[in-house]
């Protein structure tokens, strides 16, 4: 008996099923991992054991929860070598890449044991009972947040750890109180079958109940739709392109029964750098943001990939600046050939349009799945009128727009899509004069950075990791942080119900001493 299904890999092949190898885009050959194509009968599987399992772990303690948690990290961590070797291997992404992602991974893990421990962020509330109050009678109400069910996570190109098999989706839906069936990534399974067997092994030793976690693979749409229009799921999580995620939010959408896709999608992630603040520190500025542009081969969802300035001549010299700083780091290796292909198109497709000057790009001979650093540049008004300008290019290329004036500017934040980003530089004397460009990105984007780079997404419960669609499908919650939890979560109420049979954190007596909202008071008090 085993605790959830782990369909990737030789250990527990789908018998019958077609086998596929991992590439390594750093050499440019496939990898000695195998994956094997998940049927439909395994995705029922796979879904009937998660259906089975939410009946106990809905009610598996807070504590015992946080221990399966803290036990995933630990399972994790003694992988070792084995799990770094086969994320390189699988990405051509650097080992101290690898590792950092670990650590994030792990931390973010022990992150939702820490606020599962007790019950305090299901935000329970009480209203007690009035039987004076006239004309009528007021009755005991208590609301908490239960959880939706299974859940089904879908692993994401760039981060086989932290967003894929044991990330942020996953963290947080266990934490919730919902089980996980994870449709792994084809391009990095076999570091995901690893990372599953170290889920699987934490929850065998933690007692929890079987079918609480499955991983199942597939190269296709065929498995990813599958579990998204099943019945016993409640919920989907995804991470990666604005075609893959708007997909499933329409068959989720389609079922009989509808269900909630949060997804994380495309990005440009405007940076606006104020006159003055090129005037004093264009060198610092040109240096940092090369290096945000390149980090990963540009290959994150908060990639700086859409500069706004005002036109004039430090704002050329910085933009010839930039250029050169970017196109100077040594071009990197990108996630898979796939990859590759579409970053030189979509790059060209941009950097084709009326207007547009490539300011520099590497033209120098790379190796076959590196990235050569583009970087160009348009007006404002040819910006505006060319919406095809405004897609994300998934690499390490950005856009430069030389805006007339403020006006101008102001009104292309206006018409951007929604966004993950956006980053203001500025210089204290021009704090007065940004009211109207906050106010312009505050409707476009879910996080404002002043003076720094989007690259780099804090796991903290102030962290907001979403925006306006397409950015993400719901921009009322983050995808990042502790705050991810209430994705899987539903308010639930009882009314006028027995003392002893309500939850421990609406009891009268509160025997875990939580704080509580009674009233309107916050209070860890009894009753």
């Known amino acids: ?219 296709g749409r065929v498995v990813g739709a599958a579990l998204v229009k099943h019945s016993k799921v409640k919920a989907v999580g995804f991470t990666g392109s604005i075609s893959g995620g708007r997909a499933l939010f329409n068959l989720a959408a389609n079922r009989e029964e509808p269900i909630p896709v949060f997804a994380e999608m495309g990005s440009i992630n405007p940076v606006i750098i104020t006159p003055e603040a090129i005037a004093k520190r264009a060198d610092e500025i040109a240096t940092t943001y090369a290096n945000s542009i390149t980090v990963g081969t540009g290959q994150f969802c908060t990639n700086p990939g859409l500069i706004l300035t005002i036109d004039g001549d430090n704002t050329r010299n910085f933009i010839k600046d930039l250029a050169e700083k970017s196109t100077a780091i040594a071009p990197q290796c990108m996630l898979h050939p796939n990859i590759k292909r579409d970053y030189v198109e979509n790059r060209t497709t941009i950097s084709s349009q009326s207007g547009v000057e490539v300011v520099a790009s590497l033209t120098e001979e790379v190796e076959p799945n590196f990235a050569p650093t583009q970087i160009s540049a348009v007006s404002g008004a040819d910006f505006l009128t060319n919406p095809k300008m405004h897609q994300e290019v998934f690499g390490p290329f950005s856009l430069v727009v030389r805006c007339k004036d403020e006006a101008e500017l102001v009104e292309i934040i206006n018409n951007l899509e929604g966004q993950l980003t956006g980053t203001i530089l500025a210089e204290k004397s021009e704090y007065q004069n940004l009211g109207d460009i906050v106010n312009a990105l505050q409707d476009r984007v879910g996080r404002i950075i002043f003076n720094g780079v989007p690259t780099g997404v804090e796991v903290c419960p102030s962290m907001t990791h979403g925006g306006p669609y397409p950015a993400s499908s719901d921009s009322r919650f983050s995808a990042v942080g502790t705050n991810a939890i209430k994705r899987w979560v539903r308010p639930f109420s009882y009314q006028d119900w027995p003392n002893e049979l309500l939850p421990n954190a609406l009891k009268n007596e509160n025997p875990d001493e939580i704080i509580r909202t009674v009233d309107g008071t916050h209070s860890n008090e009894k009753m």
């Open 1 to 219: 008996m085993i605790t959830g299904k782990n369909y990737i890999g030789n250990r527990l092949s789908a018998t019958g099923s077609v086998s596929r190898k991992t590439f390594n885009p750093k050499l440019n050959i496939e990898n000695e991992y195998e994956f094997y194509e998940a049927t439909l009968e395994e995705v029922d599987e796979a879904t009937e054991l998660a259906h089975q399992a939410f009946k106990e772990y809905r009610n598996v303690t807070g504590a015992k929860r946080a221990e399966f948690l803290h036990a995933i990290a630990d399972e994790i961590l003694a992988l070792d070598d084995e799990l770094i070797q086969a994320y390189t291997s699988e990405t051509g992404l650097p080992e101290g890449r690898a590792i950092g992602e670990r650590g994030r991974t792990v931390f973010q893990l022990r992150s939702f044991a820490e606020l599962v421990s007790n019950e305090e962020w299901r935000e329970n509330t009480i209203d007690l009972a009035d039987t004076n109050r006239t004309p009528a009678p007021k009755p005991d109400i208590r609301k908490t947040n239960i959880p939706l069910g299974p859940v089904v996570v879908f692993a994401a190109s760039n981060f086989p750890l932290a967003f894929s098999t044991a990330g942020g989706d996953t963290a947080s839906a266990l934490a919730s109180g919902c089980p996980v069936i994870v449709k792994s990534h084809a391009m990095h399974s076999g570091t995901g079958e690893l990372v599953s067997s170290a889920i699987i092994k934490a929850a065998k030793k933690t007692g929890m109940p079987n079918g609480v976690f499955s991983n199942i693979t597939g190269s």
